[in-house]
């Protein structure tokens, strides 16, 4: 078998605050082969975007430090490149979509030279050729009259045609892997399509994988091939995509499945969408047992004595809860 395209062993995010130590990414292993798409889903704050930012080399030390763990990149260990061949990799190999497109799209510089740099950066590409290639680009994500826009500001781009922008930025030299965080969030619901079957397209054509985290499971069930549930910092539960929405095993997994939002069956009585009650604990805590307890509504002694580890639920699947070794105390809580 060949080894994943990108591999992330037991990584360990810290953040050094007045408040305490915020171990933000705990122990996390993610691995993700080419043309792949992999789904990060969970609550806010759970650690979704400082493990997407680890892997570009992008956590700010002080006040953040990686605690522990590799980030195998191609055969490279990411975390121990500095300096000109890190920033060699992202960009080229490796590329970022950030939620909301003004905070990484430069508001003082037309649309078709901010394509165009990449390509001249990463690519060696001259001017002319890097603004002709980026032209194209443009055209591919569907900006419409792309020769007259070139030399438009972001600020004269609506949301969408921004995320559109950022695309075509993101996929201008032909990555390996892209990380799309949270790619469509910042739009409503018709363009949030469009923006997404034109990811899925462009991704199928080039072969990268990609890597994208939302929480909005809708989009996960449409895109990707393999989920990984994240909560209060660590893989909770992981699986292919129709098994773990078909049979999710982890209470925190059902919560946010029932959390979804659906179109009710006719003839049904609508039912309220269920929220999980409480909310993400704090991440300077020190667990003992379970960081679910608080919420779970099946909690057993145990699950407060000691923390649980990934376990088998059946192929290809894991979850980290106590209830694979104790299934008869679901039907007893419920
Ligand atoms: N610079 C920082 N200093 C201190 N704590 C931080 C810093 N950056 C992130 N954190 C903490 O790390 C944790 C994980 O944050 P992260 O941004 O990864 O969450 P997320 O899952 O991406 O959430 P969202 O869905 O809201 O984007 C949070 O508790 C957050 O407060
Ligand atoms: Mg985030």
Same mark, same amino acid.
């Given at each position: !078998?060949?080894?994943?395209?990108?591999? @992330?062993?037991?990584?360990?995010?810290?953040?050094?605050?007045?408040?305490?130590?915020?171990?933000?990414? $705990?122990?996390?292993?993610?691995?993700?082969?080419?043309?792949?798409?992999?789904?990060?889903? /969970?609550?806010?704050?759970?650690?979704?975007?400082?493990?997407?930012?680890?892997?570009?080399?992008?956590?700010?030390?002080?006040?953040?430090?990686?605690?522990?763990?590799? @980030?195998?990149?191609?055969?490279? +260990?990411?975390?121990?490149? #500095?300096? $000109?061949?890190?920033?060699?990799?992202?960009?080229?190999?490796?590329?970022?979509?950030?939620?909301? &497109?003004?905070?990484?799209? +430069?508001?003082?510089?037309? @649309?078709?030279?901010?394509?165009?740099?990449?390509?001249? *950066?990463?690519?060696?590409?001259?001017?002319?050729?890097? =603004? #002709?290639?980026?032209?194209?680009?443009? $055209?591919?994500?569907?900006?419409?009259? *792309?020769?007259?826009?070139? +030399?438009?500001? &972001?600020?004269?781009?609506?949301?969408?045609?921004?995320?559109?922008? !950022? @695309?075509?930025?993101?996929?201008?030299?032909?990555?390996? =892997?892209?990380?799309?965080?949270?790619?469509?969030?910042?739009?409503?619901?018709?363009?949030?399509?469009?923006?997404?079957?034109?990811?899925?397209?462009?991704?199928?054509?080039?072969? !990268?994988?990609?890597?994208?985290?939302?929480?909005? =499971? /809708?989009?996960?069930?449409?895109?990707?091939?393999?989920?990984?549930?994240?909560?209060?910092?660590?893989?909770?539960?992981?699986? /292919?995509?129709?098994?773990?929405?078909?049979?999710? %095993?982890? &209470?925190?997994?059902?919560?946010?499945?029932?959390? !979804?939002?659906?179109?009710?069956?006719?003839?049904?009585?609508?039912?309220?969408?269920?929220?999980?009650?409480?909310?993400?604990?704090?991440?300077?805590?020190?667990?003992?047992?379970?960081?679910?307890?608080?919420?779970?509504?099946?909690? %057993? $002694?145990?699950?407060?004595?000691?923390?649980?580890?990934?376990?088998?639920?059946?192929? /290809?699947?894991?979850?980290?809860?106590? =209830?694979?070794?104790?299934?008869?105390?679901?039907?007893? +809580?419920?």
């Amino acid at each position: !078998m060949t080894s994943p395209l990108l591999e @992330i062993l037991d990584l360990s995010v810290h953040f050094h605050t007045p408040e305490g130590i915020v171990c933000a990414v $705990d122990r996390v292993n993610i691995a993700l082969n080419s043309g792949e798409t992999i789904g990060l889903v /969970g609550e806010s704050g759970c650690g979704k975007s400082v493990t997407s930012l680890a892997v570009l080399g992008l956590i700010s030390s002080p006040p953040g430090r990686i605690a522990g763990g590799s @980030i195998l990149f191609d055969g490279r +260990n990411l975390l121990a490149l #500095e300096g $000109d061949r890190l920033r060699r990799i992202r960009g080229r190999e490796i590329s970022m979509i950030f939620q909301e &497109p003004m905070t990484s799209l +430069n508001p003082v510089l037309p @649309i078709g030279r901010q394509v165009a740099e990449p390509l001249m *950066v990463h690519k060696g590409f001259t001017k002319k050729e890097a =603004l #002709e290639l980026a032209a194209e680009w443009l $055209d591919q994500v569907k900006i419409p009259a *792309v020769r007259r826009r070139l +030399n438009d500001y &972001p600020h004269q781009l609506s949301g969408g045609m921004r995320q559109r922008v !950022m @695309i075509a930025m993101a996929m201008v030299c032909g990555p390996k =892997l892209l990380i799309a965080d949270e790619p469509t969030t910042a739009l409503d619901v018709t363009i949030q399509a469009q923006i997404l079957s034109l990811m899925v397209g462009l991704k199928e054509k080039s072969g !990268m994988a990609l890597l994208l985290i939302t929480h909005d =499971l /809708g989009v996960v069930a449409q895109m990707v091939s393999r989920v990984m549930v994240m909560y209060a910092g660590q893989i909770v539960e992981a699986g /292919g995509v129709s098994d773990l929405f078909d049979r999710p %095993f982890h &209470p925190y997994t059902q919560g946010l499945l029932r959390s !979804m939002p659906r179109l009710g069956d006719p003839g049904k009585k609508r039912k309220r969408l269920n929220e999980i009650a409480g909310s993400v604990p704090l991440l300077t805590e020190r667990f003992i047992g379970c960081r679910f307890a608080d919420r779970c509504p099946y909690t %057993f $002694d145990l699950c407060r004595l000691q923390a649980p580890e990934l376990t088998d639920v059946r192929e /290809g699947q894991v979850a980290r809860c106590w =209830l694979i070794f104790q299934p008869e105390k679901r039907s007893l +809580n419920a």
